[in-house]
């Protein structure tokens, strides 16, 4: 190492440049003088840029700024200099995942609030132009493919001909129920697909508006998906990632506006995004820009954008555990301000039992004294 710090910086950084993030971070700490080499931003911008694309997750709490993938680092002044070595350590996933592991829990407290309220399997409603534009079926493939997901239960409801709910079970523990909405119906698909044609989404209707000068438009969804979207948990939207096809990103987004609007149910409910291509070999858009192209930074709750591939489900785990999770929360806080006083009935009344107990078992006592 003290033969490396008689190179010039230019050299120094050259050589870096073929180390790992993590084996950096090693170098940082054997001394002051490479402490401070390793956090040169120029250096953390070509591993940002560099290993970025092969992400496979990336959520509302780590997606970088676009502004860092548009401006050159010469555009970039002394005084605006982003911190790319903190920014890369929040957005890498496997920082995450350690990040994650080293939390504090407090799942005990939660839980035993919970056993005071009766829960019901959490519904998510899954839907996006993934589920019907791919080769291969996202849903058939979760529907026989028990080794990874298990079906926990058939087709519960239909809803105006474009969806269904099944139950599944996550890591042979928790079960979930998915609501799957497709834009039409499978009839209007495969005819669609036959003829290499556009078909019109039902499950939304435009609305004009005038916005200033200028005329606006946003969708709303029709009255059976209404239902849905009022009773559900969070959400799931399969886009799709493949790079070789169109996308209409800005009406995809308007799509998932109108299934998360707030007035049609709980705020900050989690939005899984399943990036997905039909098999491995397909190019796909790497998470981090279908983010972007979704604009999800916009959103007020919490997502994530997983990488899935429809023929193996690659991915879709990691998904469905945040999502679970995220879920988890979202209720936790609903049951800490809704069941207070139901919590404090429960325990009241349990108090009075035990005190009776005890009063009973007191006068016997007596008694046999």
Known sequence: MRRCRCFQIDVQLNIMSFLSPQDLCHLGSTSCYWRAAVQDPLLWRYFLLRDLPFWTSVDWKSLPDVEIFNKAFSEVSDNALYDYMAIYKKSCPQ??????????????????????????????????????ELDNSLVRKMMTCPEILLVAGLPQRRIHGIGSGVSFQFNNNQKFNILTLYSTTSVERKRAREEQAAVVNKMFYQENSVVGNQQAVHYNVIAQVK????????????????????????????????????????????????????????????????????????????????????ATLTGLLSGIEWLLEEADRFRDRGHLRLSYSQCHKKLWTSCHGVEGLCTLHLGKTLQDR
Request: one cysteine or more; proline letters at 7%; glycine letters at 4%.
């Open 95 to 132: 920082s995450r995942r350690s990040w994650k592991s080293s939390r504090p829990r407090y799942g005990a407290v939660t839980s035993f609030l919970q056993s005071l309220v009766t829960q019901a399997e959490p519904r998510f409603a899954m839907f996006g132009p993934g589920l019907e």
């Open 227 to 310: 239902k849905v979207c009022e009773v559900v948990d969070g959400f799931i939207y399969v886009a799709n990632a493949e790079a070789h096809k169109k996308h209409d990103r800005q009406e995809e987004l308007a799509h998932i506006l109108a299934m998360i609007d707030p007035t049609l149910g709980p705020p900050n409910r989690p939005l899984l995004v399943l990036s997905c291509i039909s098999q491995e070999d397909v190019k796909r858009i790497p998470c981090v820009y279908v983010a972007h192209q979704l604009q999800l930074n916009l959103l007020n709750q919490p997502w994530m954008v997983q990488d899935t591939v429809a």
